[in-house]
Nanobody, 116 residues
Framework: QAQLAESGGGLVQPGGSLRLSCAAS????????MSWYRQAPGKQRELVAT???????NYADSVKGRFAISRDNVKGTVFLQMNNLKSEDTAVYYC??????????WGQGTQVTVSS
C-alpha cells in the first residue's frame, strides 16, 4: 500500500521555524518528484514547493527564500524547512507523490498554526 505520512506541524510564533517531514512507503520513492501543498480554511489547496527525483526544487513566490524542500532517498522522506513563518502560512500541509495513471498519493496532512 503506497502511502505518505506527514509530521512536524504545530503552533509557532511569527518569525519562528518548523520542519515538516513526510515519510513514504509502498512505492519507489526515489523515482518520483515530491511536492508540498497547503490548504487554509476557505481556500483551495495550493502548491508550496516541489523537488524532482534529482533534487531540483521550485517554490511558490509566497514562500521563496523562507522555505526549503529537500529529500532523503535512502530514508524515503521529504522535508519542508519553514523559516520566518508568517500568519499567512497557517494551513494544513500535505505532501504528494504524483504518479499519473498509478494514482496520486496524498498524506493526511499536518496542521501548522502561526500565531502570537
Amino acid at each position: 500500500q503506497a502511502q505518505l505520512a506527514e509530521s512536524g506541524g504545530g503552533l509557532v510564533q511569527p518569525g519562528g521555524s518548523l520542519r515538516l517531514s513526510c515519510a513514504a512507503s509502498g512505492f519507489t520513492f526515489s523515482s518520483y518528484a515530491m511536492s508540498w501543498y497547503r490548504q487554509a480554511p476557505g481556500k483551495q489547496r495550493e502548491l508550496v514547493a516541489t523537488i524532482s527525483s534529482g533534487g531540483i526544487t521550485n517554490y511558490a513566490d509566497s514562500v521563496k527564500g523562507r522555505f526549503a524542500i529537500s529529500r532523503d532517498n535512502v530514508k524515503g522522506t521529504v522535508f519542508l524547512q519553514m523559516n520566518n513563518l508568517k500568519s499567512e502560512d497557517t494551513a494544513v500541509y500535505y505532501c504528494k507523490a504524483p504518479r499519473g495513471f498509478s494514482g496520486d498519493i496524498w498524506g493526511q496532512g499536518t496542521q501548522v498554526t502561526v500565531s502570537s
